[in-house]
Structures are given as C-alpha cells and as structure tokens.
C-alpha cells in the first residue's frame, strides 16, 4: 500500500516531442506529490509538485496531471530537449507522516 | 546558501571496515534524510531526523549502520562493519520542516566497499 509504481522504465523521445511518466499509488492518505529530476553524478532536484485539490499544474513545459479517482499521476513534457535527459522520480507522501515514498525512476533519452 | 554540503564525495574501503559518512544540511532546515540509491532497489529513505531528533530509522537496514544529528548543522550516517552490499550513493537531503517542504538533495557520497 505504501509503494508508488512508476512507468515506463525508459523513454526516448525525440526532440520537440512530448515526454510522458506515469505514476501510480493505493494509499489515500498520500496528500503531496512530488517530481524529482536526477541529472547523472547529482542529487534528485524538486522540479514540480502537486496536490489532490487540482487535477493539473504547468510549470514551463513541465506539467502534473493528477487523477484522484483512479490514483494516478503523470508528468508531461513538452517540446522535450536534449537537456530534459535525466533521472525522473515521482514520490508521494502524507502529512504529518515520516515518509516519502519514491517511484523506481525512469531514465529518459531525447534525441537530438 | 551553499546548499546540502556531503562528504566525502567519493569512497572507496574494503570490506569490514567503518566508514563515516558526513553532511551538513541548509541552514534554518529543521528535517534531515538520509537516502540510499543502487540500481536494484532505487531511492531508500534510512532515516529521518526532525530538529535533530530521530524520528524514523526503520529504513535503516541493519544495526552496522547508525546515524547520528549532534546539533542542527551536522549529520553522521556510519556503517560499521561495512559489506560490499552496502555499495551504493548515499544521499543526505534537508527540508524546511516536514516531508510535504521540498527536500533538498545534497550531491551524495559514492560507496565502493571492497
């Protein structure tokens, strides 16, 4: 109950085009979720977050789609670019709880 | 701000030797994580501090490994005996005050256990 179940595991996509990562969890008390960005040799970086009171939220060319019925979540990325290459983690945690759960990640590739 | 400090970078022992792991969180951040990611089981919170305090140390995988928080600018995470499993980069983020603040990652310290 406590996992986030991420997909796909990798993605490449081609540059200008749409990146999609698919997020989902069963714990309903999960209040707050997160999106992380990892860039090989770095810490994951906070890169956009959402909570269950909006179903969308568009930062730039990063957008959280959130689906509270089903529990799911996911993150688009328009006009992908090569720089967009990295480490994707969603998370999702309570409040007031002691954890955060991370997604497995998925590794993107766009190409030039 | 210099952000979350980590160190060392980089670690390389061999096995059954203790390593000492160190960070320095952003100041005026009150919670501290200790994280581990490997290939196979990805990002693992070890333990959580709140002002200091341990809150949550279940992730923490055996008693070889132990976490300490002396005051609100110091962190240690030390593993001792430490095994080839426990390769991996650790990373220590910081959060203003509770899990749903923005954790900020430090750059994380490499663990090669020989």
């Known amino acids: 109950q406590q996992q986030v179940k991420q997909s796909p595991q990798s993605l490449i996509v081609q540059k200008g085009g749409i990146s999609i990562i698919n997020c989902a969890y069963e714990?309903?008390?999960?209040?707050?979720f997160p999106w992380y960005q990892q860039f090989p040799g770095k810490g994951p970086a906070l890169l956009i977050a959402?909570?269950?009171?909006?179903s969308e939220k568009k930062e730039g060319r990063f957008t959280i789609s959130f689906n509270k019925s089903a529990k799911q979540f996911s993150l688009h990325i328009m006009d992908s670019q090569p720089g967009d290459s990295a480490t994707y983690f969603c998370a999702a945690s309570e409040a007031g709880g002691f954890k955060t759960i991370f997604g497995a990640g998925t590794r993107l590739f766009v190409k030039a | 701000d210099a952000g979350v400090i980590q160190s060392p970078r980089h670690e390389v022992t061999e096995m059954g030797q203790e390593v000492t792991l160190r960070c320095k969180p952003i100041?005026?951040?009150?919670?501290l994580f200790w994280y581990r990611q490997t290939m196979m089981r990805g990002l693992e919170l070890l333990i959580y501090?709140?002002?200091?305090?341990?809150?949550?140390d279940s992730g923490m995988p055996e008693d070889r490994f132990s976490a300490k928080m002396p005051n609100a600018s110091f962190s240690t995470l030390k593993i001792q005996p430490s095994e080839p499993r426990d390769s991996a980069v650790y990373f220590c983020?910081?959060?203003?005050?509770?899990?749903?603040?923005?954790?900020?990652f430090g750059p994380g310290t490499r663990l090669t256990v020989l």
């Open positions: 959402i909570r269950p009171d909006v």
């Open positions: 100041s005026g951040h009150n919670s």
């Open positions: 983020a910081s959060s203003a005050d509770s899990f749903t603040d923005t954790q900020y």
């Open positions: 501090f709140n002002n200091n305090v341990p809150i949550d």
């Open positions: 714990n309903t008390a999960f209040d707050y």
